[in-house]
């Protein structure tokens, strides 16, 4: 007996954008799938709550729509890290993903190098990272084990180095698209917005997916490089996805499901239900205070500024004052 076909439902993509939301998509005819981001509230607030120059906070607001994109693919409750550790201006960035959709983000940097970088015109986001390595982490919980990808920074961005992840490590052929900026509302005020798009190709049959092998390094002196012809159902994706431009991925007025429309329509989309996501910091009052115990009476000794010791989130710049007696440590008997 022939089971019936399931109807999918047809209908005109929404008109309003949706913000701090994820949409997952597919487009069958070419076997891709992919998710489109789009940040208001979230990365305002984030962003709000530091003194970051323009640039970082650009920087810091690709990094969070990146960590969006990768974070929200998890199919458990856990953690997605992604964190920079480089040469450049802009040290380290650690962007913070907790399933399903709870985000928190920093940067540390040296200011008098950023403020010479914009100077001298040389404040892109590949010159403030300068080289080092990019490294994501999936944390499933304490009774599991890390997952870790490394990545190499060499003065490219992050859309460049996640291409490069993608390719060596997942062998997925990926595209990454990422845009920040700040927009100009009543009463010049300036809010930040950020948006991005994921697409890879995830055909049926895994060797139409295949890439073509790495530079080994050792090659001899003219050796062709291993050539595979791409695919062309992934050539027209990524040739698509390749003319979305960064005022698409943070506008307002145009939502995701119109965005993907605007795409893909001749193949036909489908669109999924939209994930929230929100600006949320992990850090407490009781989490700081039972970290400060754990020092030595010596390191909580040097703490004390004014009589008091005084701790501050880097993520979300909130402030913890304790007496130095709240926090002394267990008494040996």
């Keep these: 007996m022939n089971k019936p076909d399931i109807a999918i439902p047809v209908r005109e993509p929404a008109a309003t954008s949706a913000d701090d939301t994820i949409l997952p998509f597919q487009v069958a005819a070419l076997e891709l799938r992919g998710q489109v981001v789009r940040l208001g509230p ?11 120059p323009l640039p970082v906070a650009k920087l810091v607001g690709e990094a969070i729509v990146l960590t969006a994109l990768l974070g929200s693919t998890l199919k458990f409750e856990g953690r997605f890290i ?30 008098t190098q950023v403020e010479a970088a914009i100077a001298a015109g040389k404040a892109d ?21 890390r997952y870790q990808g490394v990545v190499a920074l060499d003065g490219g961005d992050l859309e460049a180095a996640a291409h490069e992840y993608f390719r060596r490590s997942e062998q997925i052929p ?25 697409l890879q190709f995830l055909p049926l049959a895994p060797e139409r997916a295949r890439q073509a092998d790495l530079d080994p390094g050792d090659a001899p002196p003219g050796a062709a490089p291993h050539v595979v012809l791409e695919d062309e159902a992934w050539a027209e994706g990524r040739a698509l996805m390749n003319t979305v431009e960064d005022l698409e991925l943070i ?3 145009l939502s995701s499901e119109r965005l993907v429309y605007r795409l893909f329509h001749e193949h036909g989309v489908r669109v999924f239900r939209y994930r ?34 005084s701790v501050t989130c880097e993520f979300c710049s909130a402030n913890y004052t304790f007496a130095p007696g709240e926090v002394a440590g267990e008494q040996a008997n």
Aim: contains cysteine; hydrophobic residues 35%.
């Design 125 to 145: 986001p590949g010159s403030l990272l300068g080289k080092g390595h990019l490294a994501m982490t999936i944390d499933q919980g304490p009774d599991t084990s």
């Design 42 to 52: 979230l990365v305002d607030e984030i962003l709000s709550r530091h003194n970051y």
């Design 251 to 253: 506008d307002p007025t």
């Design 276 to 309: 929230d996501l929100q600006a949320e910091c992990s850090c407490s009052r009781a989490g700081v205070e039972t970290m400060l115990r754990n020092f030595s009476q010596d390191d909580r000794d040097h703490m004390v500024e004014n009589g008091v010791i």
């Design 174 to 198: 990926t595209r990454v698209r990422l845009a920040v900026a700040e927009e100009l509302s009543a009463g010049a005020k300036h809010r930040w917005r950020a948006g991005g798009m994921l």
């Design 82 to 111: 992604l964190q920079t550790q480089t040469d450049g201006p802009v040290r380290m960035l650690v962007i913070d993903f907790r399933s399903p959709g709870k985000v928190r983000a920093c940067a540390r940097f040296d200011r």
